[in-house]
């Protein structure tokens, strides 16, 4: 293989028209200069100069390997520069992984605000509901992940970011028995019937089954939605009570009233994950940053 230090070398030669002088303007003596393309001619297995009077000049494999010189230096001068906008959030691109109620609420303002300040930055957006996006990030196929994920469970180099907590409610019929509450405890709807509102697979529903084991009880859900807007409905219809977390409750049902819970209450942490390895790079970062600044106005 040929040494690119010594096609440089060769070229300065080449365009200078002398090893001399090419020896001043590389800071090599010229005996090093000569040094260096006899190696390079040993490499390429052929005469790269020849002597012409009292000087020398390129055979036609020399101005060959100059012509690729040049095209070579172009070139890493060009990933240098792609390099550098790259590394200073110029350039580049960014994978996100988000669930429905993030999207909604947390990642419009943050990405607007990252194609304003990043507007090089291409973004690989893909909702995925019911599914959880975490292992997205920790498989390095998303740079980027808004998870709902308990804080104490975090996997080898992956970092959390708290966005914020996300409480659940009581969402129950107008006229229900505990409507006149202002708080509600969660065992007093152990013997009301469910309109469940997560998917099986997905991360949420673990927390609304170990909240009502904490009161003591399961839920008797007699009515399947996996979806907020139209469990609503269905407890509008006095078909049974639910549990909806805040952000799921933004287009709230004229049909239904929603309580805080006590004793415990549900929370949904929801966390930006990101690996360790990409701490730093500054588009990520900024998106971080934005995600974290839609939250407070969430909150």
Same mark, same amino acid.
């Given at each position: 293989?040929?040494?690119? %230090?010594?096609?440089?070398?060769?070229?300065?030669?080449?365009?200078?028209?002398?090893?001399?002088?090419?020896?001043?303007?590389?800071?090599?003596? *010229?005996? +090093?200069?000569?040094?260096?393309?006899?190696?390079?001619? =040993?490499?390429?297995?052929?005469? @790269?100069?020849?002597? #012409?009077?009292?000087? #020398?000049?390129?055979?036609?494999?020399?101005?060959?390997?100059?012509?690729?010189?040049?095209?070579?230096? =172009?070139? &890493?001068?060009?990933?240098?520069?792609?390099?550098?906008?790259?590394?200073?959030?110029?350039?580049?691109? @960014?994978?996100? %992984?988000?669930?429905?109620?993030?999207?909604?609420? $947390?990642? *419009?303002?943050? @990405?607007?605000?990252?194609?304003?300040? /990043?507007?090089?930055?291409?973004?690989?957006? =893909?909702?995925?509901?019911?599914?959880?996006?975490? !292992?997205? &990030?920790?498989?390095?196929?998303?740079?980027?992940?808004?998870?709902?994920?308990?804080?104490?469970?975090?996997?080898?180099?992956?970092?959390?970011?708290?966005?914020?907590?996300?409480?659940?409610?009581?969402?129950?019929?107008?006229?229900?028995? @505990?409507?006149? =509450?202002?708080?509600?405890?969660?065992?007093? $709807?152990?013997?009301?019937?469910?309109?469940?509102?997560?998917? !099986?697979?997905?991360?949420?529903?673990?927390?609304?089954?170990?909240?009502?084991?904490?009161?003591?009880?399961?839920?008797?859900?007699?009515?399947?939605?996996?979806?907020?807007?139209?469990?609503?409905?269905?407890? +509008?219809?006095?078909?049974?009570?639910?549990?909806?977390?805040?952000?799921?409750? &933004?287009?709230? /049902? !004229?049909? #239904? #009233?929603?309580?805080?819970? %006590? /004793?415990?209450?549900?929370?949904?942490?929801?966390?930006?994950?990101?690996?360790?390895?990409?701490?730093?790079?500054?588009?990520?970062?900024?998106?971080?940053?934005? $995600?974290?600044?839609?939250? +407070?106005?969430?909150?």
């Amino acid at each position: 293989m040929l040494d690119l %230090r010594r096609l440089q070398v060769l070229r300065a030669v080449v365009t200078s028209g002398s090893v001399t002088a090419a020896a001043t303007n590389l800071g090599y003596t *010229p005996s +090093a200069i000569s040094q260096q393309i006899a190696a390079l001619e =040993k490499e390429a297995g052929v005469a @790269l100069m020849e002597r #012409v009077g009292r000087g #020398v000049q390129p055979t036609a494999a020399g101005l060959l390997l100059t012509e690729h010189a040049a095209i070579i230096s =172009k070139q &890493v001068s060009e990933a240098e520069t792609a390099l550098a906008d790259l590394r200073a959030g110029r350039t580049g691109r @960014l994978a996100i %992984r988000y669930f429905a109620t993030a999207g909604a609420a $947390l990642v *419009p303002p943050a @990405l607007a605000r990252l194609r304003r300040d /990043h507007p090089g930055v291409q973004v690989d957006l =893909k909702l995925f509901d019911p599914e959880d996006p975490l !292992p997205e &990030v920790v498989q390095g196929r998303a740079d980027l992940a808004i998870v709902v994920h308990p804080r104490q469970i975090i996997p080898p180099g992956i970092q959390f970011t708290h966005l914020l907590d996300d409480p659940y409610r009581a969402v129950l019929p107008r006229g229900h028995r @505990l409507a006149s =509450k202002r708080v509600i405890d969660l065992a007093d $709807l152990a013997d009301e019937p469910w309109v469940g509102n997560e998917w !099986p697979s997905g991360p949420c529903l673990q927390i609304i089954y170990d909240a009502c084991g904490a009161a003591g009880f399961t839920p008797n859900v007699v009515v399947e939605s996996e979806d907020y807007t139209n469990a609503q409905g269905f407890v +509008a219809a006095g078909l049974g009570v639910s549990l909806i977390p805040v952000m799921g409750l &933004v287009n709230q /049902h !004229p049909g #239904v #009233v929603v309580r805080r819970i %006590r /004793h415990p209450e549900p929370i949904r942490v929801i966390n930006v994950a990101v690996r360790e390895t990409s701490i730093g790079q500054p588009a990520l970062m900024s998106l971080i940053e934005a $995600l974290r600044d839609a939250a +407070a106005g969430a909150r």
